[in-house]
């Protein structure tokens, strides 16, 4: 089993940065893809970001690309989602999820993710 604690979020004005960190507990971090997910009222959870458990392969939404990067640590079972140039449209939810080993990082389907943390609130005011 693996739980997950997103940390990090908060209110920052449009330009600006902030730094999600996603601890996980359980012996198997190291060998899971690991995403990170948003979501706003009244629209679907949508993947952000995702890293194989090597971190040889990364993925972005387009919507993020040359502003955020996704990074782990092994040692320390966390994942990281660095926000720059944060826009008000980035205001939400946001979801640290862990699928199995063989989940492609360029999955967009939430049932490929086993487990999820309770989420962090991303505020961008303009």
């Known amino acids: 089993q693996v739980q997950l604690v997103e940390s990090g979020g908060g209110l920052v004005q449009t330009g600006g940065s902030l730094r999600l960190s996603c601890a996980a507990s359980g012996r198997t971090f190291s060998s899971r893809t690991m995403g990170w997910f948003r979501q706003v009222p009244g629209k679907e959870r949508e993947v952000v970001a995702a890293?194989?458990?090597?971190?040889?392969?990364?993925y972005y939404a387009n919507s993020v690309k040359g502003r955020f990067t996704i990074s782990r640590d092994n040692a320390n079972n966390t994942v990281y989602l660095q926000m720059n140039s944060l826009k008000p449209e980035d205001s939400a939810v946001y979801y640290c999820?862990?699928?199995?080993?063989?989940?492609?990082?360029?999955?967009?389907?939430?049932?490929?993710?086993?487990?999820w943390g309770q989420g962090t609130q991303v505020t961008v005011s303009s």
């Open positions: 890293i194989s458990w090597s971190s040889s392969r990364r």
């Open positions: 999820a862990a699928g199995s080993n063989i989940v492609a990082v360029s999955s967009t389907r939430l049932s490929d993710y086993q487990h």
